[in-house]
């Protein structure tokens, strides 16, 4: 098992532990702070994040920034490439395509899914699902997150 997933289903079981996985998270890679992500569900082929609904991420029409939402997609891709790939693969973003489907307005709920078998193949291009929903369910941005898989090399297991 991963460290994030490990680290994931220790912390989730306590008192707020979420809000420290998820500051743990963005400590780790600093980029995710600018949008505070937290998380609420991390398992292998699945991972969904909350990104809250405050000033510090709105656009000049006062909805969810298009780079504040691709920030949230990412996030929950890298949870989820975290606790998917097999101990021997390593992963890197490779590329992004996303469509903007409706005004984000809200907490946003951004989700990242792919299939198991994506992650045993030859295959070095793994694509990761991704989208954002609003309370109402209704789809914001979707799109997917391409992923370069290889295996380590020998001194990095």
Same mark, same amino acid.
């Given at each position: 098992m991963s460290?994030?997933?490990s680290l994931w289903r220790t912390a989730s079981r306590l008192p707020l532990g979420d809000r420290l996985f998820s500051r743990a998270f963005a400590f780790r890679a600093?980029?995710?702070a600018s949008i505070r992500p937290r998380f609420t569900v991390i398992e292998p082929d699945h991972a969904e994040l909350v990104v809250r609904d405050r000033r510090r991420v709105h656009n000049h029409l006062g909805t969810v920034h298009a780079i504040a939402l691709c920030?949230?997609?990412?996030?929950?891709?890298? $949870?989820?490439?975290?606790?998917?790939?097999?101990?021997?693969?390593r %992963?890197?973003?490779?590329?992004?395509?996303?469509?903007?489907?409706?005004? $984000?307005?809200?907490?946003?709920?951004?989700i990242a899914e792919t299939d198991r078998a994506q992650w045993t193949g030859d295959d070095p291009d793994v694509p990761v699902r991704v989208r954002g929903e609003d309370r109402d369910g209704t789809v914001v941005v979707e799109g997917e997150i391409r992923l %370069?898989?290889?295996?380590k090399t020998a001194g990095r297991r």
């Open positions: 460290g994030v997933l600093p980029y995710f920030n949230g997609l990412e996030a929950a891709m890298g $949870a989820l490439a975290e606790a998917s790939i097999p101990a021997t693969k %992963w890197i973003p490779k590329g992004m395509e996303v469509a903007y489907t409706a005004k $984000a307005s809200g907490d946003i709920t951004c %370069w898989v290889t295996e």
